[in-house]
């Protein structure tokens, strides 16, 4: 690799100094110093070498001019993920794509969107938007996995092609296995990307999991990370999203699916219906209907949700199960009050009474000389049929 002066310019005004950071997800940054203090905003291309190109957007409130010369961050595409979306309700009966939703968030910043494989292809017959950045919208509907912006600022979520990289395009000038970064001299800026696989010099093939492009006078080098999975953000995002993770998972709030094993007494054995929430199966839970003096009998293979009582983790309970139209719906035997529940009767319907015996009161005799008489009086038949006429407006009955 010989050392020789690297062309690298934005729109046409040369840089002194290039940091391009590429991770295995979100998008490419790239911090630039000028030759001059050339007026840049909005989207613009950097050129790097005779081949390659990245198109990017120009951070406002990260650039600026001291001592004649203008230094600027650029973003991938619109550098726009960070963007704030409003709510947005969605209803398929068949199932709400996943792209919708990301093309959707993708369309209301300006980003653009290519290929998208994301762990499911539908989240479910309903969704809720939450109000919020644009990427958290993206990264929810993609179930864990990994999303990244081209060169060409465009945006791709699913792991990126491990690709064995010519050992004549670079040379590994040094090598840290604790750290698993490897520095690299390379002759074109465009050989080593995010998914090359380099092997020389070093104890076996290394994925790039991210990289960074240095470029300052006659030198240019690239350090590349090895570390990590296809889905994985990265070192330093890496940590910046454990250190979030750990503080949110302190508790559990929310509600999650689980599907009924079986009924053990009065309490009952459950499956996670999605591991990659990381909740274990449950047995043996109580559950809460949310009637008083109610309990249900879930039927196998029924759909319930747990929830964790203050988010305590030792404190689990069933709080709902699934109704006629929801997923895994199975008809359950309901008893009130300990007992197993009776049929119900509504106004208007008819009814059968079981008639035995009853108490009388009343007066007899000719006018004048009526005497009062009580007694018990037995009817001949053992039922009558009627019709309820009223009710309580405070217990309503539904077929």
Known sequence: MTERDVYAAVEGHRLT????????????????????????????????????????????????????????????????????VPAKGYHADNGVRARTVAEDAARAVGEQLGDFIPASERVGRDYARQAGPASRALEDVLGGVAWWVDYDGVTHAGPRP?????????????????????????????????????SERLDGAHT???????????????????????????????????????????????????????????????????????????????????????HAELAPAAEVLVGFIEGDRAQPIVVAFAGADGPGFVPVRLTLGGKEGAPVARQGDTVQLSLTTGMFAGMLGPPGAQQPISGQITFAGPSMVGIITGGSSRVRAAT
């Open 17 to 84: 100094a290039l940091r391009l950071t590429v991770s295995n997800a979100g998008p490419w940054i790239a911090d630039c110093d000028f030759e001059a203090e050339p007026e840049l905003s909005g989207r613009v291309t950097i050129t790097v070498g005779d081949a390659l190109r990245l198109s990017g957007t120009v951070v406002a409130s990260s650039s600026g001019t001291f001592g004649a010369q203008r230094r600027a961050r650029i973003i991938a595409g619109a550098g726009a993920w960070a963007s704030e």
């Open 162 to 198: 491990a690709t064995p990289l010519d050992a004549a395009a670079y040379q590994v000038l040094a090598y840290d296995p604790r750290d698993r970064i490897a520095t690299l001299a390379v002759d074109d800026p465009a050989a080593v990307r995010v998914g090359s696989v380099i």
């Open 208 to 294: 790039v999991r991210s990289l960074e492009l240095r470029i300052t006078g006659r030198e240019l080098r690239v350090l590349a990370w090895c570390g990590g999975s296809e889905s994985g953000y990265g070192p330093v995002a890496g940590l910046l999203r454990s250190i979030v993770q750990h503080t949110a998972s302190e508790r559990l709030h929310g509600l999650y699916r689980y599907r009924v094993v079986r009924m053990a007494g009065e309490r009952v054995e459950l499956q996670a219906v999605r591991r990659i929430v990381g909740l274990p199966d449950l047995l043996p839970l109580s559950v809460w209907p949310g009637v008083a003096g109610a």
